[in-house]
Antibody, heavy 118, light 110 residues
Framework: EVQLVESGGGLVKPGGSLRLSCAAS????????MNWVRQAPGKGLERVSS????????YYADSVKGRFTISRDNARNSLDLQMNSLRAEDTAVYYC???????????WGQGTMVTVSS | QSALTQPASVSGSPGQSITISCTGT?????????VSWYQQYPGKAPKLMIY???NRPSGVSNRFSGSKSGNTASLTISGLQAEDEADYYC??????????FGGGTKLTVL
């Protein structure tokens, strides 16, 4: 079964850090471009960060540039998002999503909630 | 980069056809055939329904179709069913090498 499973979400104070992880199974992870897409409560979707299959290309939305770091380990079929200097506006469900075609999110995880609040 | 414009809501009766529009600019929808559509049920992850304007992934019903004219892309659902009631989001590649989403459309099946 094709699956992405996120973990690492939770409640953190403003200025704090959190590391999200995404475990992939059921497909050839190393062939897929991977992304983190978030959705604030009651809002739409926003692509936060992307990493190409070989990690040669990395993208960050302006809203997280300099604070978030995406990485992947193809040997472990895993994707991570290190989030530092968190702000209230980072509060959202964070989805791990992947696809062979660039910017096409064919596979999605169930999401993990990140709440930034004092 | 401004978000793509979608109607906040659309509705239709079972069996009818509905169309959801997604309006951008000549710097995104109008200039690239890289428009995707996603379906999302409340509390669930989005699901890819259409990519590259009109391509359907394996397993997606052929009742779903996509098209584009100028700066506006469209998702059409024919033979509307109760299970189609969900939120729908479009996105497009942009000339700034980014991806922009629409604000989402809530589809109600009457």
């Amino acid at each position: 079964e094709v699956q992405l499973v996120e973990s690492g979400g939770g409640l953190v104070k403003p200025g704090g850090s959190l590391r999200l992880s995404c475990a992939a199974s059921g497909f050839t992870f190393s062939n897929y471009n991977m992304n983190w897409v978030r959705q604030a409560p009651g809002k739409g979707l926003e692509r936060v960060s992307s990493i190409s299959s070989s990690s040669s290309y990395i993208y960050y939305a302006d809203s997280v540039k300099g604070r978030f770091t995406i990485s992947r380990d193809n040997a472990r079929n895993s994707l991570d998002l290190q989030m530092n200097s968190l702000r209230a506006e980072d509060t959202a469900v964070y989805y791990c999503a992947g696809g062979i075609l660039t910017d096409v999110f064919a596979i999605w995880g169930q999401g993990t909630m990140v709440t930034v609040s004092s | 980069q401004s978000a793509l414009t979608q109607p906040a809501s659309v509705s239709g009766s079972p069996g009818q056809s509905i169309t959801i529009s997604c309006t951008g600019t000549s710097s995104d929808v109008g200039d690239y055939n890289y428009v995707s559509w996603y379906q999302q049920y409340p509390g669930k992850a989005p699901k890819l329904m259409i990519y590259e304007v009109s391509n359907r992934p394996s397993g997606v019903s052929n009742r779903f179709s996509g098209s584009k004219s100028g700066n506006t892309a469209s998702l059409t659902i024919s033979g509307l069913q109760a299970e189609d009631e969900a939120d729908y989001y479009c996105n497009s590649y942009t000339s700034s090498n980014t991806l922009v989403f629409g604000g989402g459309t809530k589809l109600t099946v009457l």
